[in-house]
């Protein structure tokens, strides 16, 4: 199986192609292969918990963790991260 990597750059607020990214992540996984989902930009900010889910809007937390869960590797941008005030819980390992 290949490895793919997805690079995510759009917001969450209305955003087809991130809906978009994580089906096509999610389709990746069933299919066995190793995905990796680099965010940044605004697409950070799917890193944080607690989204609240507004009717029409972009809503993917519970998709992201089924993706982690399934195996695939979510890696965020940390100067993006920290421009948009979400703050690492835990270090990294060196």
């Not at 917001?11 to 999610?26: E, I, P, Q, T, Y």
């Not at 809007?57 to 979400?86: D, F, H, P, Q």
């Amino acid at each position: 199986m290949a490895e793919l990597t997805f690079g995510v750059f759009s917001s969450l607020v209305g955003s087809m192609s991130l809906d978009f990214s994580f089906r096509l992540a999610d389709a990746a996984v069933a299919k066995g292969h190793k995905v990796n989902i680099w965010l940044s930009g605004n697409a950070v900010m799917m890193a944080k918990k607690g989204q609240k889910a507004f009717k029409d809007y972009s809503y993917n937390e519970k998709r992201m963790k089924e993706l982690i869960a399934k195996g695939a590797e979510v890696t965020v941008c940390e100067a993006c991260a920290e421009a948009r005030a979400i703050i690492r819980k835990t270090p990294t390992t060196a």
